[in-house]
């Protein structure tokens, strides 16, 4: 008889732990949720030499779309940042192309609390250079500022561009209003 009552208190001790356990990541997996920061990416402007924006063929075209998409997972799938989008008229939402009155209301009514933007420079046939922004919409600051140099025209060049910059943007905490440049 004391073997079965030792055998019934011993069944939902473990079950106890185990619905704790449950309750436990649940609750952080919730807290890690709501603690993720709400980021628009804007789409990033392509310009000339001259600082004008360029028309540029499709191939540029889509190694620049793929360079702001790649940023947009990787922030994503970092799990600190929740991407949210922003629809303009006309398409697409950049800071070169939209008003920037305009794009900080639609990026806060989207609730971002940061605004990612910035732009590839074609510099000669061989370099590109580029820079990134972001501004805390809640404090109204810039609070990341990075230059990017690359060369050649290839996606291999482009998709290493859009792997640092992810790589600097995790670097910091952007949910804190503190300028940082390199």
């Known amino acids: 008889m004391g073997l079965m009552i030792m055998q ?5 001790r473990p079950l106890r732990c185990l619905a704790m356990a449950s309750a436990f990541a649940a609750f952080s997996g919730a807290s890690a949720a709501a603690e993720q920061v709400a980021v628009a990416v804007l789409e990033f ?3 000339g030499r001259s600082g004008g924006l360029l028309d540029q063929g499709p191939a540029s075209t889509e190694r620049l779309r793929n360079l702001v998409q790649q940023v947009r997972d990787g922030l994503a799938q970092s799990g600190r940042y929740r991407v949210v989008s922003l629809d303009c008229e006309p398409v697409p939402c950049s800071a070169g192309r939209t008003d920037a009155g305009e794009l900080i209301a639609k990026a806060r009514a989207a609730g971002a609390r940061l605004l990612i933007f910035g732009g590839i420079q074609k510099m000669n046939t061989v370099v590109q250079y580029g820079n990134a922004e972001a501004v805390d919409l809640e404090a109204d600051r810039l609070v990341f500022d990075r230059n990017i140099v690359f060369r050649d025209d290839s996606k291999e060049a482009w998709d290493y561009a859009a792997d640092y910059l992810v790589a600097e943007l995790m670097k910091e905490n952007l949910g804190r ?3 940082t440049t390199r």
């Open 45 to 47: 402007d392509y310009v």
């Open 8 to 12: 019934s208190r011993s069944i939902p």
């Open 177 to 179: 209003a503190e300028v």
